[in-house]
């Protein structure tokens, strides 16, 4: 089983759309968890942080789901600009709290 | 600067060749990863350091692939005897994980390497 497995997509939505990710990891005892975007040739930036809580912002909503070892995002009235690759990424105390990227989830929004 | 900083942006080399790829990451930050990146494909973990030791380096494609970080600060990533495969974008990340439980890593724009 991979460390941190994403559904590569890719998800190809109208614009006003609303759209979900999952991630799955494979190390219970982590402790931190991010959604970074990527947009084309261009590197990785952190989009939002992931708590216990669950998060907002603005038209995005992270959650953590602990019990079942996954990390979700919502993206609602999505928007042209929303086109890029997701991220999920997870710590794993193994090696000092290394962080782990997924392979990405590829997102189209379409006029 | 304040941000992680990678030279070469762009480096064209010859097959057979040696290149050297440099990363500076954010003052401070401990935590320094490399990954590559084919046109159209996810990021491939190559190493982790943790420091100036290495505790992961399974990413390594070949030992033709080595990396090393003095001073807990810059790292260089040296591919040998560069094949056409080794075409990427090279990119360098660090991050303090020692600081508290949400630390991002921060990305450098990153070394468009072109083995011709």
């Known amino acids: 089983r991979k460390e941190v497995e994403q559904d590569p997509g890719p998800f190809n939505v109208p614009e006003g759309a609303t759209v979900a990710f999952n991630c799955t990891y494979s190390n219970s005892a982590s402790q931190s968890f991010f959604w970074y975007r990527q947009d084309c040739r261009k590197e990785p930036k952190l989009l939002m942080s992931v708590y216990s809580s669950g998060n907002e912002d603005g038209r995005f909503t992270a959650q953590l789901n602990r019990a079942s070892q996954y990390i979700s995002l919502l993206i609602r009235d999505s928007k042209l600009s929303d086109s890029a690759t997701y991220l999920c990424v997870v710590t794993f105390l193994e090696y000092g709290n290394k962080l782990v990227f997924g392979a990405g989830t590829i997102l189209r929004v379409k006029s | 600067g304040a941000g992680v900083s990678q030279s070469p942006s762009n480096k064209v080399t010859e097959k057979g060749k040696d290149v050297e790829l440099r990363c500076d990451p954010i003052s401070g930050h401990t935590a320094l990863y490399w990954y590559r990146q084919s046109l159209g494909q996810g990021l491939e973990f190559l190493i982790y350091f943790q420091g100036n030791s290495a505790p992961d380096k399974s990413g390594l494609p070949s030992d033709r692939f080595s990396a090393e970080r003095t001073g807990g600060s810059v790292s260089t990533l040296t591919i040998q005897r560069t094949q056409q495969e080794d075409s990427a974008v090279y990119l360098c990340?660090?991050?303090?994980?020692?600081?508290?439980?949400?630390?991002?890593?921060?990305f450098g724009q990153g070394t468009r390497l072109t083995v011709v």
């Open positions: 990340a660090s991050s303090s994980p020692l600081t508290g439980a949400n630390t991002e890593a921060f």
